[in-house]
């Protein structure tokens, strides 16, 4: 014959659980300290609260002379690393999680043997197993900062990895840092020279032991569609009727792959690639013949965008220093209301069957 407790046959009320938290208060009351420290925190806390109407009159002054000590410091509550009966919703392995956009200045090395100080943009993440709460995310500020005044290389960026992967037991991590790097390049015709910006990031990724050193360029230049200049041509030729081609400013995000055994891939190395597959960068310093000038480079070189893309795919697959790639343009175009987009990949580094849907507008450059 089946027993049932009443209490359990019926939807409970709030006068249960308030009944149910005084017994908890009263047996936490008599108990040992060890006794307590033994319960759930969530249930831990409740014992600890205070009664309804018993809430301590606290200071509202900042206690500018207050040390920490180390048994306070131990004594502080760490929610992150908590235990596993705290963690909400699956516990599914999280791949990554950290912090992004935490800025400092780093110092970069050229190829000519200079260095240059740059506002430098991180994101540092690492593994979560499914059976851990959380990490502590300053943890990979602090261990970064421990390296930010080295003249950075894909080794230091190693190190800062190797460090916040142990100080986090995480099995898989990234490292990625933006910045905009100048590079002086000369008009066409003119003479002057102007600074260009180039959009970088560097990026460390490790998983499942094997780490592979990435560098993402976003050069931009013009496009002059072939269809259309022929068309213009033809109305010129066959009417004697004035007209002009469209072109537009576009976008290519070359992501590479380093392979440094063959030797450095310098970022003037990588920007000298594209200018070579597709000359036709858009100018910093432009005066008349300048102007002319870059008509007529665009005449030479009109380019659909399929065209663009395999243009950096020759120059990219004729260098040892470079593994796997990804190429993406976008040439924003002033003929339609859309864009004409392709993405080339060569090994499995960036294969995808999916894209972010959003990747395309993130190649809109504001000059």
């Given at each position: 014959?089946?027993?049932?407790?009443?209490?359990?046959?019926?939807?409970?009320?709030?006068?249960?659980?308030?009944?149910?938290?005084?017994?908890?208060?009263?047996?936490?009351?008599?108990?040992?300290?060890?006794?307590?420290?033994?319960?759930?925190?969530?249930?831990?806390?409740?014992?600890?609260?205070?009664?309804?109407?018993?809430?301590?009159?606290?200071?509202?002054?900042?206690?500018?002379?207050?040390?920490?000590?180390?048994?306070?410091?131990?004594?502080?509550?760490?929610?992150?690393?908590?235990?596993?009966?705290?963690?909400?919703?699956a516990r599914q392995q999280i791949q990554h999680?950290?912090?992004?956009?935490?800025?400092?200045?780093?110092?970069?090395?050229?190829?000519?043997?200079?260095?240059?100080?740059?506002?430098?943009?991180?994101?540092?993440?690492?593994?979560?197993?499914?059976?851990?709460?959380?990490?502590?995310?300053?943890?990979?500020?602090?261990?970064?900062?421990?390296?930010?005044?080295?003249?950075?290389?894909?080794?230091?960026?190693?190190?800062?990895?190797?460090?916040?992967?142990?100080?986090?037991?995480?099995?898989?991590?990234?490292?990625?840092?933006?910045?905009?790097?100048?590079?002086?390049?000369?008009?066409?015709?003119?003479?002057?020279?102007?600074?260009?910006?180039?959009?970088?990031?560097?990026?460390?990724?490790?998983?499942?032991?094997?780490?592979?050193?990435?560098?993402?360029?976003?050069?931009?230049?013009?496009?002059?569609?072939?269809?259309?200049?022929?068309?213009?041509?033809?109305?010129?030729?066959?009417?004697?009727?004035?007209?002009?081609?469209?072109?537009?400013?576009?976008?290519?995000?070359?992501?590479?792959?380093?392979?440094?055994?063959?030797?450095?891939?310098?970022?003037?190395?990588?920007?000298?690639?594209?200018?070579?597959?597709?000359?036709?960068?858009?100018?910093?310093?432009?005066?008349?013949?300048?102007?002319?000038?870059?008509?007529?480079?665009?005449?030479?070189?009109?380019?659909?965008?399929?065209?663009?893309?395999?243009?950096?795919?020759?120059?990219?697959?004729?260098?040892?220093?470079?593994?796997?790639?990804?190429?993406?343009?976008?040439?924003?175009?002033?003929?339609?209301?859309?864009?004409?987009v392709s993405v080339l990949t060569e090994g499995?580094?960036?294969?995808?069957?999916?894209?972010?849907?959003?990747?395309?507008?993130?190649?809109?450059?504001?000059?």
């Open positions: 014959m089946n027993i049932h407790s009443p209490v359990l046959d019926r939807d409970l009320t709030r006068e249960d659980a308030a009944q149910a938290l005084a017994v908890l208060r009263r047996w936490a009351g008599q108990a040992t300290e060890a006794e307590v420290e033994t319960l759930d925190p969530a249930v831990k806390r409740l014992a600890a609260a205070p009664e309804p109407g018993s809430y301590p009159d606290l200071s509202r002054f900042y206690p500018e002379d207050f040390a920490v000590t180390p048994d306070y410091k131990a004594a502080l509550p760490d929610l992150q690393n908590g235990p596993a009966s705290l963690i909400k919703g999680v950290g912090i992004s956009n935490f800025r400092l200045p780093i110092r970069f090395r050229t190829r000519d043997n200079g260095d240059l100080t740059l506002e430098t943009s991180v994101t540092g993440t690492v593994s979560l197993e499914a059976e851990k709460k959380g990490i502590n995310m300053s943890r990979i500020m602090r261990t970064f900062y421990g390296h930010a005044e080295k003249t950075f290389s894909f080794g230091v960026i190693e190190a800062a990895l190797d460090d916040y992967k142990t100080d986090l037991e995480s099995f898989d991590a990234r490292i990625q840092m933006r910045f905009s790097f100048p590079v002086k390049v000369p008009s066409l015709r003119s003479g002057l020279a102007g600074y260009q910006y180039y959009d970088i990031a560097l990026e460390l990724v490790e998983s499942a032991g094997v780490r592979k050193r990435i560098v993402h360029l976003d050069y931009v230049y013009s496009s002059t569609c072939p269809c259309s200049l022929e068309l213009s041509e033809h109305a010129r030729s066959t009417r004697g009727q004035l007209a002009t081609p469209h072109s537009q400013r576009s976008v290519a995000r070359v992501s590479v792959e380093l392979d440094e055994a063959a030797g450095t891939l310098w970022f003037e190395d990588l920007i000298e690639m594209c200018r070579a597959a597709v000359p036709t960068e858009t100018q910093v310093m432009v005066k008349r013949e300048d102007e002319q000038a870059f008509a007529e480079l665009n005449a030479a070189n009109p380019i659909f965008v399929e065209d663009a893309a395999r243009l950096f795919c020759a120059q990219l697959l004729g260098d040892p220093r470079i593994g796997d790639f990804r190429i993406v343009a976008s040439h924003q175009e002033s003929l339609h209301s859309h864009d004409a499995a580094t960036f294969a995808s069957e999916s894209l972010d849907p959003r990747l395309f507008g993130t190649l809109f450059h504001i000059g």
